[in-house]
T-cell receptor, first 112, second 115 residues
Framework: GENVEQHPSTLSVQEGDSAVIKCTYS??????FPWYKQELGKRPQLIID?????GEKKDQRIAVTLNKTAKHFSLHITETQPEDSAVYFC???????????FGQGTILTVHP | DTGVSQDPRHKITKRGQNVTFRCDPI?????LYWYRQTLGQGPEFLTY????????KSRLLSDRFSAERPKGSFSTLEIQRTEQGDSAMYLC?????????????FGEGSRLTVL
């Protein structure tokens, strides 16, 4: 089955800096890679996703890149704000009914 | 609120008791998932329904766990003879019909504490 590794486990940045979170996956058949944000005590919510037929996708301050050959994908957040502070999860899947395998999560703290 | 709703939000029980969680997905979503999340970890897949059919179960789902979606709408997850290791957040999610994997809409979760 799929295995998704995520790092770093914690990331601390100053407001306005960029943040990068990286994930690797094991199943070359995986074709869908979403990123979820989970604030303390809240539900995970999708912030951006990418499919295997593209290498990069942007949405305002957030971008995701995918390297299928190396089997890794990354989340980039620019001009970070305190409200970006949360736990971020990457996931891989798409081969089986939409079942996703999640990474272990990254606690992002943005200091004002 | 037309999002995914779960009930109860919190459940404290003694070891050996049975518990049942309910999930009401977004009405037009025919796909429903149960995930389990422990502290400091990402959600782990438990099971998947398409309409009323349970199409996949994780090996994490022991014989003490059973899930149903009898009419293809709401779903229940029952844990029999609970153990302390069952303590976790149980997340339900739903997604739109279609061939491609898409966004999972999660509920707020049901937090289980087994004493």
């Amino acid at each position: 089955g799929e295995n998704v590794e995520q790092h770093p486990s914690t990331l601390s940045v100053q407001e306005g800096d960029s943040a990068v979170i990286k994930c690797t996956y094991s199943d070359s058949a995986s074709n869908y890679f979403p990123w979820y944000k989970q604030e303390l005590g809240k539900r995970p919510q999708l912030i951006i996703d990418i499919r295997s037929n593209v290498g990069e996708k942007k949405d305002q301050r957030i971008a995701v890149t995918l390297n299928k050959t190396a089997k890794h994908f990354s989340l980039h957040i620019t001009e970070t704000q305190p409200e970006d502070s949360a736990v971020y999860f990457c996931a891989g899947g798409g081969t089986s009914y939409g079942k996703l395998t999640f990474g272990q999560g990254t606690i992002l703290t943005v200091h004002p | 609120d037309t999002g995914v709703s779960q009930d109860p939000r919190h459940k404290i029980t003694k070891r050996g008791q049975n518990v049942t969680f309910r999930c009401d997905p977004i009405s037009e979503h025919n796909r429903l998932y149960w995930y389990r999340q422990t502290l400091g970890q990402g959600p782990e897949f438990l099971t998947y329904f398409q309409n009323e059919a349970q199409l996949e179960k994780s090996r994490l789902l022991s014989d003490r766990f059973s899930a149903e979606r009898p009419k293809g709408s709401f779903s229940t997850l029952e844990i029999q003879r609970t153990e302390q290791g069952d303590s976790a957040m149980y997340l339900c999610a739903s997604s739109e019909p279609g061939q491609n994997t898409g966004e999972l809409f999660f509920g707020e979760g049901s937090r289980l504490t087994v004493l």
